[in-house]
């Protein structure tokens, strides 16, 4: 699966969450050197919308769901963000507050593409693709990306931290099954792979470090305390 990103968007209706995005510019070489072609978009799919930057991928809940529209130009996604959960109302207000500033990429699989020349480069023409979630980015690598509209609430740290867990248990078993079927290969985790779970590994020990420091004072919020516990649970879970 691939990922592409633009950004422009605007905000139709602020009290129910729905937003239309730029998600794709045709017929322009974008920072993979690849050339999107009209058609390549299936018009009216509907396609979930990703928690922040493709994290859905690992483990966290979609904030969203839209369908695609496409024009002579680029491919727009009309969305509705589920407003009725915190991830949604947050994810919301991020994209809002940020407009312009904001971007959106899309996962994708290429179902029908070619190699040649466009504007003196050798690139790759995307001609038929099969979109899997479309998602709010700081970055994405599409030309001409961005919020066209939205019409509301920031995430908490408990939210956050919930998120944060849920990538987490999502790598543990995506880890966990890559490595069972490369050692039916005789074969271990590369050397990248197993050094990223090391920076893994030791942040979550810094995370346990602060369960041994004193009680938080009374200044500390009821979040803080909340997001302990449950690194703690966690914790247990892993040593079980």
């Given at each position: 699966?691939?990922?592409?990103?633009?950004?422009?968007?605007?905000?139709?209706?602020?009290?129910?969450?729905?937003?239309?995005?730029?998600?794709?510019t045709f017929d322009v070489i974008?920072?993979?050197?690849?050339?999107?072609?009209?058609?390549?978009?299936?018009?009216?799919?509907?396609?979930?919308?990703?928690?922040?930057?493709?994290?859905?991928?690992?483990?966290?809940?979609?904030?969203?769901?839209?369908?695609?529209?496409?024009?002579?130009?680029?491919?727009?996604?009309?969305?509705?963000?589920?407003?009725?959960?915190?991830?949604?109302?947050?994810?919301?207000?991020?994209?809002?507050?940020?407009?312009?500033?904001?971007?959106?990429?899309?996962?994708?699989?290429?179902?029908?593409?070619?190699?040649?020349?466009?504007?003196?480069?050798?690139?790759?023409?995307?001609?038929?693709?099969?979109?899997?979630?479309?998602?709010?980015?700081?970055?994405?690598?599409?030309?001409g990306t961005r919020t066209l509209?939205?019409?509301?609430?920031?995430?908490?740290?408990?939210?956050?931290?919930?998120?944060?867990?849920?990538?987490?248990?999502?790598?543990?078993?995506?880890?966990?099954?890559?490595?069972?079927?490369?050692?039916?290969?005789?074969?271990?985790?590369?050397?990248?792979?197993?050094?990223?779970?090391?920076?893994?590994?030791?942040?979550?020990?810094?995370?346990?470090?602060?369960?041994?420091?004193?009680?938080?004072?009374?200044?500390?919020?009821?979040?803080?305390?909340?997001?302990?516990?449950?690194?703690?649970?966690?914790?247990?879970?892993?040593?079980?």
């Amino acid at each position: 699966m691939d990922t592409k990103g633009l950004c422009r968007v605007e905000i139709k209706d602020a009290d129910k969450g729905e937003v239309s995005a730029i998600f794709s510019t045709f017929d322009v070489i974008d920072s993979d050197w690849d050339v999107t072609k009209s058609g390549a978009f299936e018009d009216g799919a509907t396609v979930p919308i990703s928690a922040y930057g493709h994290t859905s991928w690992m483990g966290a809940l979609p904030v969203g769901k839209g369908s695609i529209r496409t024009t002579a130009k680029e491919a727009i996604l009309d969305g509705q963000f589920f407003m009725d959960t915190q991830a949604g109302r947050d994810t919301f207000l991020v994209v809002k507050e940020l407009g312009e500033l904001g971007q959106w990429s899309y996962g994708y699989d290429p179902v029908k593409y070619s190699y040649g020349e466009h504007e003196g480069r050798q690139v790759r023409f995307l001609e038929q693709l099969k979109v899997h979630e479309v998602a709010p980015v700081l970055l994405g690598a599409g030309v001409g990306t961005r919020t066209l509209g939205a019409k509301s609430a920031p995430m908490s740290f408990a939210d956050e931290a919930r998120a944060v867990l849920a990538a987490v248990t999502g790598l543990g078993d995506r880890a966990a099954d890559v490595l069972a079927k490369r050692l039916e290969k005789g074969k271990g985790l590369g050397a990248e792979s197993a050094g990223l779970l090391e920076q893994v590994q030791a942040e979550m020990k810094r995370l346990g470090d602060l369960l041994v420091a004193p009680e938080p004072d009374d200044d500390a919020t009821e979040l803080e305390r909340e997001f302990l516990r449950m690194v703690a649970r966690n914790l247990a879970k892993e040593k079980a």
